[in-house]
């Protein structure tokens, strides 16, 4: 009889991710969603909402002394966004490498912003630098907190 042992999932971890108001508007929610979800990440937290400028400053605070800091709060306050919370093994680094660079103009083809998108101030999508700044977030964006759950599916992901 075949058995196999169950998946190690100690290296679990989480990040925020958010689709910027440029991404909702162009219909690219599906899309992002789509690539994490078929890499293997497990959603643990999904809802559009519209930020207050409190919460964005909050958000953004380690920016508030660049030149950029008012036109990038005007930006992500323009519309609704998408936050969304993923777990799994290195999903903070990972998650940025799916998202590309900052400039998508650097970024890979292949990620999210160098398929998508130009300019940085338009840069679609947001992921955590950290997995203290992704705690940081996570409770910022989800106060109520993101699920927790065990997904079947780990043994296919994880050895
Ligand atoms: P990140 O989103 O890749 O983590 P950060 O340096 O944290 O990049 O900057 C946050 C956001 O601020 C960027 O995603 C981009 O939308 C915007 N931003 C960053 N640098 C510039 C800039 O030089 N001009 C305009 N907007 C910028
Ligand atoms: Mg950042």
Same mark, same amino acid.
């Given at each position: ?25 162009? *219909?690219?929610? *599906? ?25 964005? =400053?909050?958000?953004? @605070? ?11 709060? %005007? ?30 103009? =650097? +970024? %890979?083809? *292949? ?16 992921? +955590? ?14 106060? @109520?907190? %993101?699920? +927790? ?5 780990? +043994?296919?992901?994880?050895?």
């Amino acid at each position: 009889q075949l058995s196999f042992p169950p998946p190690n999932m100690s290296q679990t971890e989480r990040t925020y991710i958010m689709v910027k108001p440029d991404g909702v508007e162009r *219909g690219l929610v *599906g899309e992002i969603i789509k690539r994490f979800e078929a890499k293997g990440y497990q959603l643990c937290a999904l809802e559009l909402m519209q930020p207050s400028k409190d919460l964005l =400053e909050q958000h953004y @605070r380690d920016l508030a002394s660049k030149p950029f800091f008012p036109k990038l709060v %005007a930006y992500m306050s323009s519309g609704p966004v998408v936050g969304m919370v993923w777990q799994g093994k290195e999903v903070v680094k990972t998650g940025r490498k799916m998202l590309g660079a900052t400039n998508p103009l =650097e +970024s %890979a083809p *292949g990620t999210i912003r160098g398929d998508f998108c130009v300019d940085v101030g338009q840069n679609l999508c947001h992921g +955590s630098d950290s997995v203290e700044s992704a705690e940081r977030e996570i409770a910022l964006w989800f106060p @109520r907190g %993101a699920a +927790s759950w065990t997904r079947r599916f780990d +043994s296919f992901i994880y050895e």
